[in-house]
Protein backbone atom coordinates (compact mmCIF):
# COMPACT_ATOMS: atom_id res chain seq x y z
CA UNK A 1 0.00 0.00 0.00
CA UNK A 2 1.62 3.84 -0.67
CA UNK A 3 2.25 5.17 1.78
CA UNK A 4 -0.17 8.43 2.75
CA UNK A 5 1.23 11.98 2.34
CA UNK A 6 0.15 14.99 4.61
CA UNK A 7 0.86 18.76 3.80
CA UNK A 8 0.91 20.98 6.81
CA UNK A 9 0.86 24.36 6.91
CA UNK A 10 0.82 27.31 9.51
CA UNK A 11 -1.05 30.37 8.39
CA UNK A 12 -1.35 33.84 9.60
CA UNK A 13 -3.27 36.38 7.24
CA UNK A 14 -1.89 34.97 4.34
CA UNK A 15 -5.15 35.06 2.31
CA UNK A 16 -2.81 36.01 -0.70
CA UNK A 17 -0.09 34.19 -0.96
CA UNK A 18 -2.00 30.52 0.71
CA UNK A 19 -4.20 29.42 -2.52
CA UNK A 20 -0.52 28.89 -4.52
CA UNK A 21 1.16 26.90 -1.96
CA UNK A 22 -2.35 25.08 -1.51
CA UNK A 23 -2.01 24.85 -5.91
CA UNK A 24 1.08 23.81 -5.36
CA UNK A 25 0.17 20.65 -2.37
CA UNK A 26 -3.58 19.43 -3.52
CA UNK A 27 -2.62 17.28 -6.72
CA UNK A 28 -0.62 15.05 -5.06
CA UNK A 29 -0.79 14.65 -1.25
CA UNK A 30 -3.37 12.59 0.41
CA UNK A 31 -4.07 15.34 3.41
CA UNK A 32 -3.67 19.20 3.99
CA UNK A 33 -3.79 20.78 7.22
CA UNK A 34 -3.93 24.26 7.89
CA UNK A 35 -3.27 25.47 11.32
CA UNK A 36 -3.98 29.16 11.66
CA UNK A 37 -2.96 31.51 14.64
CA UNK A 38 -6.25 33.48 14.32
CA UNK A 39 -6.00 35.09 10.88
CA UNK A 40 -8.18 37.99 10.15
CA UNK A 41 -8.45 37.74 6.47
CA UNK A 42 -9.90 35.21 4.65
CA UNK A 43 -6.88 32.69 4.99
CA UNK A 44 -9.09 30.18 7.32
CA UNK A 45 -12.09 30.73 4.41
CA UNK A 46 -9.24 29.68 1.57
CA UNK A 47 -8.21 26.84 3.46
CA UNK A 48 -11.19 25.11 3.40
CA UNK A 49 -11.96 25.60 -0.29
CA UNK A 50 -9.44 23.56 -1.05
CA UNK A 51 -10.60 20.96 1.24
CA UNK A 52 -7.84 21.35 4.19
CA UNK A 53 -7.84 20.21 7.98
CA UNK A 54 -7.98 23.64 9.71
CA UNK A 55 -7.22 23.84 12.82
CA UNK A 56 -6.46 27.09 15.12
CA UNK A 57 -3.36 28.08 17.45
CA UNK A 58 -2.74 30.93 19.75
CA UNK A 59 -0.34 33.39 18.42
CA UNK A 60 3.23 33.38 19.26
CA UNK A 61 4.89 35.82 16.95
CA UNK A 62 6.49 33.21 14.60
CA UNK A 63 5.18 29.68 13.70
CA UNK A 64 7.88 27.48 15.46
CA UNK A 65 5.51 26.40 18.80
CA UNK A 66 2.73 25.88 16.55
CA UNK A 67 4.49 23.35 14.34
CA UNK A 68 4.75 20.38 16.64
CA UNK A 69 0.68 20.87 16.75
CA UNK A 70 0.66 20.99 13.37
CA UNK A 71 2.52 17.57 12.89
CA UNK A 72 0.00 16.02 15.20
CA UNK A 73 -2.97 16.53 13.34
CA UNK A 74 -1.64 15.30 10.28
CA UNK A 75 -2.45 11.85 9.81
CA UNK A 76 0.03 10.81 7.10
CA UNK A 77 3.03 8.56 6.87
CA UNK A 78 4.85 10.94 5.48
CA UNK A 79 4.75 15.29 6.33
CA UNK A 80 5.63 17.68 3.73
CA UNK A 81 6.23 21.30 6.16
CA UNK A 82 5.67 24.49 4.30
CA UNK A 83 4.98 27.94 4.64
CA UNK A 84 1.64 30.03 3.40
CA UNK A 85 4.72 31.94 0.93
CA UNK A 86 6.10 28.51 -0.10
CA UNK A 87 5.31 26.60 -2.80
CA UNK A 88 6.51 22.76 -4.56
CA UNK A 89 7.16 22.32 -8.06
CA UNK A 90 5.95 19.59 -10.11
CA UNK A 91 9.39 18.16 -10.81
CA UNK A 92 9.75 18.15 -6.97
CA UNK A 93 6.63 17.01 -6.25
CA UNK A 94 7.47 13.52 -8.57
CA UNK A 95 10.94 13.53 -6.63
CA UNK A 96 9.36 13.81 -2.78
CA UNK A 97 6.34 10.97 -4.03
CA UNK A 98 9.11 8.57 -5.22
CA UNK A 99 11.10 8.94 -2.46
CA UNK A 100 8.36 8.11 -0.16
CA UNK A 101 7.26 5.42 -2.26
CA UNK A 102 10.93 3.93 -2.75
CA UNK A 103 11.32 3.46 1.41
CA UNK A 104 15.07 5.33 0.69
CA UNK A 105 15.11 7.77 3.26
CA UNK A 106 13.30 9.13 6.78
CA UNK A 107 13.86 12.45 5.92
CA UNK A 108 14.68 14.46 2.95
CA UNK A 109 16.63 17.71 2.92
CA UNK A 110 15.40 20.20 -0.20
CA UNK A 111 17.19 22.48 -1.46
CA UNK A 112 15.22 26.33 -1.28
CA UNK A 113 14.95 29.29 -4.04
CA UNK A 114 14.50 32.03 -1.27
CA UNK A 115 13.14 35.64 -3.58
CA UNK A 116 13.90 38.65 -1.93
CA UNK A 117 12.71 41.87 -2.86
CA UNK A 118 11.23 40.44 -6.11
CA UNK A 119 14.29 38.18 -7.67
CA UNK A 120 15.64 35.10 -6.40
CA UNK A 121 19.20 34.87 -4.68
CA UNK A 122 21.25 32.14 -5.85
CA UNK A 123 24.31 33.59 -3.51
CA UNK A 124 24.95 35.21 -0.11
CA UNK A 125 23.62 32.29 2.12
CA UNK A 126 20.00 32.09 0.06
CA UNK A 127 20.84 30.40 -2.82
CA UNK A 128 19.64 26.68 -3.38
CA UNK A 129 23.07 25.67 -2.94
CA UNK A 130 23.32 27.00 0.26
CA UNK A 131 19.46 26.96 2.01
CA UNK A 132 18.75 23.30 2.37
CA UNK A 133 16.38 22.18 4.65
CA UNK A 134 14.56 18.74 6.37
CA UNK A 135 10.72 19.60 5.27
CA UNK A 136 9.86 16.02 4.13
CA UNK A 137 9.93 13.66 6.58
CA UNK A 138 8.69 10.21 7.66
CA UNK A 139 6.59 10.54 10.71
CA UNK A 140 8.23 10.17 14.07
CA UNK A 141 11.57 11.00 12.45
CA UNK A 142 11.62 14.64 13.02
CA UNK A 143 11.13 16.46 16.53
CA UNK A 144 9.75 20.05 16.82
CA UNK A 145 11.07 22.22 19.41
CA UNK A 146 10.07 26.04 19.98
CA UNK A 147 13.70 27.45 19.55
CA UNK A 148 13.18 29.41 16.59
CA UNK A 149 15.31 29.17 13.56
CA UNK A 150 16.37 25.34 14.91
CA UNK A 151 13.07 23.90 15.34
CA UNK A 152 13.33 20.55 13.88
CA UNK A 153 16.32 18.00 14.80
CA UNK A 154 16.33 14.18 13.44
CA UNK A 155 16.26 11.52 15.54
CA UNK A 156 19.17 9.25 15.94
CA UNK A 157 19.86 6.65 13.30
CA UNK A 158 17.51 8.93 10.35
CA UNK A 159 18.27 8.00 7.16
CA UNK A 160 19.03 11.28 5.25
CA UNK A 161 18.64 11.85 1.82
CA UNK A 162 19.80 15.57 0.49
CA UNK A 163 18.63 16.38 -3.19
CA UNK A 164 20.68 18.10 -5.47
CA UNK A 165 19.63 21.30 -7.26
CA UNK A 166 17.86 21.53 -10.23
CA UNK A 167 15.44 24.21 -12.09
CA UNK A 168 12.42 22.47 -10.76
CA UNK A 169 13.76 20.51 -7.57
CA UNK A 170 13.38 23.16 -5.21
CA UNK A 171 10.32 24.70 -3.02
CA UNK A 172 10.41 28.51 -3.83
CA UNK A 173 10.05 30.60 -1.03
CA UNK A 174 8.78 34.11 -2.04
CA UNK A 175 10.10 35.98 0.72
CA UNK A 176 10.35 39.56 2.13
CA UNK A 177 8.58 42.01 -0.35
CA UNK A 178 10.64 44.98 0.26
CA UNK A 179 13.17 46.37 3.03
CA UNK A 180 10.74 47.70 5.58
CA UNK A 181 9.24 44.03 5.47
CA UNK A 182 11.96 42.84 6.18
CA UNK A 183 13.04 44.96 8.86
CA UNK A 184 9.43 44.36 10.33
CA UNK A 185 10.12 41.15 10.71
CA UNK A 186 14.01 41.25 11.74
CA UNK A 187 12.69 43.30 14.83
CA UNK A 188 9.99 40.59 15.98
CA UNK A 189 12.76 37.88 15.42
CA UNK A 190 15.79 39.39 16.98
CA UNK A 191 13.13 39.79 20.14
CA UNK A 192 12.34 36.04 20.21
CA UNK A 193 15.81 35.05 19.70
CA UNK A 194 17.31 37.48 22.45
CA UNK A 195 14.64 36.67 25.03
CA UNK A 196 15.17 32.70 24.11
CA UNK A 197 19.21 33.04 24.86
CA UNK A 198 18.73 34.83 27.84
CA UNK A 199 16.22 32.05 29.16
CA UNK A 200 18.80 29.91 28.79
CA UNK A 201 22.11 31.89 30.02
CA UNK A 202 23.70 32.91 27.35
CA UNK A 203 26.05 36.02 27.53
CA UNK A 204 27.33 38.80 25.08
CA UNK A 205 29.76 41.68 24.47
CA UNK A 206 30.22 44.59 22.81
CA UNK A 207 33.22 43.18 21.36
CA UNK A 208 32.33 39.97 20.56
CA UNK A 209 28.60 40.96 18.85
CA UNK A 210 31.61 43.24 16.34
CA UNK A 211 33.51 40.46 15.55
CA UNK A 212 29.62 37.88 14.49
CA UNK A 213 28.75 40.83 12.78
CA UNK A 214 32.37 41.18 10.81
CA UNK A 215 31.99 37.68 10.28
CA UNK A 216 28.89 37.56 9.50
CA UNK A 217 29.42 39.81 6.32
CA UNK A 218 32.44 37.48 5.69
CA UNK A 219 29.94 34.49 5.30
CA UNK A 220 28.02 35.90 2.99
CA UNK A 221 29.22 38.65 1.12
CA UNK A 222 32.63 37.35 0.48
CA UNK A 223 32.58 33.52 1.29
CA UNK A 224 29.10 33.21 -0.03
CA UNK A 225 29.81 35.10 -3.58
CA UNK A 226 26.71 37.97 -2.36
CA UNK A 227 28.26 40.35 -4.80
CA UNK A 228 26.68 37.95 -7.36
CA UNK A 229 23.30 38.69 -6.07
CA UNK A 230 24.22 42.10 -6.69
CA UNK A 231 22.89 45.30 -4.75
CA UNK A 232 20.43 42.77 -3.19
CA UNK A 233 23.26 40.47 -1.77
CA UNK A 234 24.73 43.56 -0.96
CA UNK A 235 22.12 44.59 1.67
CA UNK A 236 21.38 41.44 2.55
CA UNK A 237 24.54 41.13 4.26
CA UNK A 238 24.08 44.10 5.86
CA UNK A 239 20.42 43.46 7.23
CA UNK A 240 22.28 40.02 8.65
CA UNK A 241 24.78 41.37 10.22
CA UNK A 242 22.30 44.09 11.93
CA UNK A 243 19.99 41.16 12.69
CA UNK A 244 22.83 40.04 14.90
CA UNK A 245 23.82 43.17 16.22
CA UNK A 246 20.12 43.89 16.97
CA UNK A 247 19.65 40.26 18.99
CA UNK A 248 22.80 40.82 20.81
CA UNK A 249 21.58 44.57 21.68
CA UNK A 250 18.16 42.67 23.06
CA UNK A 251 20.16 40.25 25.25
CA UNK A 252 22.56 42.62 26.50
CA UNK A 253 19.66 44.79 27.54
CA UNK A 254 17.75 41.81 29.22
CA UNK A 255 20.81 41.02 31.09
CA UNK A 256 22.00 44.29 32.40
CA UNK A 257 18.61 46.54 32.39
CA UNK A 258 15.94 44.22 32.36
CA UNK A 259 12.52 44.24 30.05
CA UNK A 260 10.92 47.30 29.08
CA UNK A 261 8.71 47.85 32.48
CA UNK A 262 12.02 48.71 34.28
CA UNK A 263 13.04 51.37 32.30
CA UNK A 264 10.11 52.72 32.29
CA UNK A 265 9.62 52.90 35.92
CA UNK A 266 13.12 54.30 35.91
CA UNK A 267 12.36 57.08 33.28
CA UNK A 268 9.78 57.64 35.16
CA UNK A 269 11.71 58.01 38.92
CA UNK A 270 13.93 60.23 37.10
CA UNK A 271 11.28 62.28 36.22
CA UNK A 272 9.95 62.66 39.51
CA UNK A 273 13.29 63.68 40.74
CA UNK A 274 13.58 66.08 37.87
CA UNK A 275 10.45 68.01 38.64
CA UNK A 276 10.35 67.75 42.58
CA UNK A 277 11.53 71.50 43.24
CA UNK A 278 8.24 72.80 41.36
CA UNK A 279 6.11 71.14 43.90
CA UNK A 280 8.20 72.00 46.99
CA UNK A 281 9.00 75.71 46.10
CA UNK A 282 6.54 78.65 45.52
CA UNK A 283 6.24 79.37 41.21
CA UNK A 284 7.25 83.22 40.52
CA UNK A 285 3.80 85.19 39.63
CA UNK A 286 3.83 85.52 35.88
CA UNK A 287 2.42 89.43 34.65
Known amino acids: MKPRISAIINTLNEEKNLPFALRSVQPWVDEIVVVDMHSEDRTVEIAREFGAKVFSHERAGFADPAR?????????DWILMLDADELVPFPLSRKLREIAETDIA??????????????????????????????????GFLQATDEVHNFLKAVP?????????????????????????????????????????????ERITPLRA?????KEFWIRYLRGQGFRDGWRGFYLSVFMVFYRAAAAAKLQELRVVGPREVTEARYRQEAEKILGPYSNSELPETT
Open 210 to 214: ALIGV
Open 106 to 139: DIVRIPWVNYLLGAPMMHTGWGPHQDIHARFFRR
Open 157 to 201: DARIVELTFEPGCAVVHFNYLNSEHFIEKLNRYTTIEARQAFERG
Open 68 to 76: AFAIARASG
